[in-house]
């Protein structure tokens, strides 16, 4: 069974770093744009980051400078660097994948259950 299975969540304080994982597990034959998604309570899912095969990396404006989205192709592995964390980056994030399960497959998008990132004093 194909999954996305997020970790790295938990508490910060303002001002501190947490670096998210996003493994992609079972029988994959290719996967394409990756990305970080997250949601507050009370708030539609935004993105968060993006990045293609080749390392085009796309940011929300509020998270320019301060996280960094990268990836591993070889083990289908997606990071998200945090720095610089503020409450108002608390939120549940969640992982995103556009992947073909055999090379006849069509290409289908699946998300991860998400981690928790929380930002307080």
């Known amino acids: 069974q194909v999954q996305l299975v997020e970790s790295g969540g938990g508490l910060v304080q303002p001002g501190g770093s947490l670096t998210l994982s996003c493994a992609a597990s079972g029988s994959i034959f290719s996967v394409a744009t990756m990305g970080w998604y997250r949601q507050a309570p009370g708030k539609q899912r935004e993105l968060v980051a993006s990045i293609t095969t080749v390392g085009t990396t796309n940011y929300a404006t509020s998270v320019k400078g301060r996280f960094t989205i990268s990836r591993d192709n070889a083990k289908n592995t997606l990071y998200l660097q945090m720095n610089s964390l503020k409450p108002e980056d608390t939120a549940l994030y969640y992982c995103?994948?556009?992947?073909?399960?055999?090379?006849?497959?069509?290409?289908?998008?699946?998300w991860g259950r998400g981690t928790q990132v929380t930002v307080s004093s």
């Open positions: 995103n994948g556009n992947l073909r399960r055999t090379f006849r497959s069509q290409w289908e998008v699946l």
